[in-house]
């Protein structure tokens, strides 16, 4: 797309539907991580993490997909980054842009891939956390460093998601329903002439004006 080629500086705001290509289901369609859940939202709590750190534990274990590669919307991106200013902004918690390459990345829901010991703090490996909840060196339960529900986000991510969104010529939105508040509240500190570009599968409520481009984000940027 010539609007994405011509931009000196551009930010993509980046959803589920990014990493669907390559093999890590969405939370909310048919085939999503909540299909079929009750109360999903509780079992990523930090409520249910305290409570019942087991359930808990159970529910994130599938959340994990370490044998997924980056696919062609994150090599894209990363490919931009290497002649324009890019930044990239994502709800999504499985590393794939910055195992693309992408050097400005902001995982404003944090990390599945950063596991540390609650009780001593020490950083505990995805492999040790997955073989069991507990940290072999002092018993204490491990958690991922993710955004549960009920929790705060990082302030720096939120000031730098903010400065560079203040600063683009382009936003584009990629591959999420725009539905998780504070993440779909960071375009209101956009550039107020800079362009916004929907790429996604369904429109998306944004009051105000923005290019749709109604279609898979994988068929978009294999065209770029």
Request: proline content about 6%; some cysteine; glycine content about 6%.
């Amino acid at each position: 797309m010539e609007i994405l080629q011509q931009a000196e500086n551009i930010v993509f705001m980046t959803g589920a539907g990014v990493s669907t290509a390559s093999g890590i289901p969405d939370y909310r369609s048919m085939t999503g991580v909540y299909h079929g859940v009750e109360n999903p939202e509780y079992l990523l709590s930090h409520t249910c993490l305290k409570r019942e750190p087991d359930v808990f534990y159970r529910f994130v274990q599938q959340l994990y997909h370490p044998e997924a590669k980056p696919n062609v919307i994150h090599e894209k991106m990363a490919e931009l980054s290497q002649t324009k200013q890019v930044g990239i902004v994502t709800q999504n918690i499985d590393d794939l842009h910055i195992k693309a390459g992408s050097p400005n990345v902001v995982p404003f829901h944090g990390s599945l891939y950063d596991c540390y010991c609650q009780k001593c703090g020490q950083s505990v490996s995805v492999p040790d956390y997955m073989k069991s909840m507990y940290h072999q060196e002092c018993g204490g339960i491990t958690r991922p460093n993710v955004v549960l529900y009920e929790e705060g986000l990082s302030e720096s991510n939120i000031e730098t998601a903010i400065s560079w969104l203040s600063q683009a010529d382009v936003v584009c939105i990629v591959g999420t329903s725009f539905q998780v508040y504070p993440f779909s509240g960071l375009i209101n500190y956009r550039k107020p002439d800079s362009q916004v570009i929907v790429v996604n599968k369904e429109p998306i409520s944004l009051m105000m004006p923005h290019l749709l481009v109604q279609q898979k984000g994988e068929d978009f940027f294999s065209d770029i």
